[in-house]
Nanobody, 116 residues
Framework: QVQVVESGGGLVQPGGSLRLSCAASGFTSSKYAMSWYRQAPGKERELVATITRAPARITYADSVKGRFTISRDDAKNTVYLQMNSLKPEDTAVYYC?????????WGQGTQVTVAS
């Protein structure tokens, strides 16, 4: 079964850090560009970061540049999102998926809440 499972979210204070993980199964993630997305309450899902196949090229939304880092461990079929200097406006459900050919069934996502 082709799927992605996100984990690592939680409640963190402003300025804190979290590391999200995206475990892929049923396909070889190294063959795909992979992306992180987020959706805040009442807002559209937005693209946060993308990492291509090797040699990896990386792009970020302007809102997270310099604070978030996307990476991948192809041996573990896993993609990560290191989030530093978190802000209340980063509060959202975070999802991962293949960028060019999305897995039709999105994962449940992982909730990130930034609040004091």
């Amino acid at each position: 079964q082709v799927q992605v499972v996100e984990s690592g979210g939680g409640l963190v204070q402003p300025g804190g850090s979290l590391r999200l993980s995206c475990a892929a199964s049923g396909f070889t993630s190294s063959k795909y560009a992979m992306s992180w997305y987020r959706q805040a309450p009442g807002k559209e899902r937005e693209l946060v970061a993308t990492i291509t196949r090797a040699p990896a090229r990386i792009t970020y939304a302007d809102s997270v540049k310099g604070r978030f880092t996307i990476s991948r461990d192809d041996a573990k079929n896993t993609v990560y999102l290191q989030m530093n200097s978190l802000k209340p406006e980063d509060t959202a459900v975070y999802y991962c998926n293949r960028f060019n050919v999305p897995v039709p069934s999105w994962g449940q996502g992982t909730q990130v809440t930034v609040a004091s």
